[in-house]
């Protein structure tokens, strides 16, 4: 899936994941950290065919696959996506800042902007999948309106751990 456009926001530029993305993106999602509520595994090595299918992301053809960039120096501060379900007019987002630019304000605007794209679409509906236990997330999706209309729960990938998530909802129209 391929965006019409870049999104801007004031202080940000979301665009299309590229191979030279990977790395980044991988450092994000599976660091410990960073990736604490992520259904992601960590590691300590990124391991070479991991990265190697991270590099096809920008070409996926169900979820758009996005790098969020500031406008003053074009440097990396996260990832974010969308993946579109045109029968129910719905958008499921989902964003990772990296731990450098937490507490800025940058996930809340990733998602303001997510959901403005989405509207612009023509979407009734955004959901989110939010880890019961991450309040920044969970204070953003409060923050931007949505209600929790159902919890999910699973094993985090490579790992015994399970996790729940709320499924966030706000209504576009």
């Known amino acids: 899936m391929k965006l019409v456009h870049?999104?801007?926001?004031?202080?940000?530029?979301?665009?299309e994941f590229t191979k030279e993305d990977a790395?980044?993106?991988?450092?994000?999602?599976n660091d410990?950290?960073?990736?604490?509520?992520?259904?992601?595994?960590?590691?300590t090595e990124i391991?070479?065919?991991?990265?190697?299918?991270l590099e096809t992301l920008g070409e996926d053809e169900e979820c758009c696959y996005l790098i969020v960039t500031s406008k003053?120096?074009?440097?990396?501060?996260?990832?974010?996506s969308f993946m579109p379900d045109e029968t129910s007019k719905a958008h499921d987002i989902a964003y990772c800042v990296h731990?450098?630019?937490w507490r800025m304000g940058y996930g809340t605007e990733i998602a303001q902007a997510l959901i403005d794209y989405a509207s612009s679409l023509g979407m009734e509906k955004i959901t989110v999948r939010v880890n019961q236990d991450?309040?920044?997330?969970?204070?953003?999706?409060k923050k931007l309106g949505f209600e929790i209309v159902d919890t999910i729960s699973y094993l985090k990938r490579g790992t015994t751990i399970t996790f729940t998530d709320y499924l966030y909802e706000k209504k576009l129209k």
Not at 23 to 29: D, K, N, P, Q, T
Request: hydrophobic content about 30%; overall charge negative.
């Open 72 to 80: 003053a120096d074009h440097s990396r501060i996260g990832t974010c």
């Open 32 to 43: 410990p950290t960073m990736g604490e509520y992520l259904p992601d595994e960590s590691m």
């Open 134 to 141: 991450n309040p920044g997330s969970n204070g953003i999706m």
């Open 47 to 53: 391991d070479p065919e991991y990265l190697h299918s």
């Open 23 to 29: 790395l980044f993106a991988a450092s994000i999602w």
């Open 6 to 15: 870049s999104i801007e926001t004031s202080r940000l530029i979301i665009r």
């Open 99 to 101: 731990k450098d630019y």
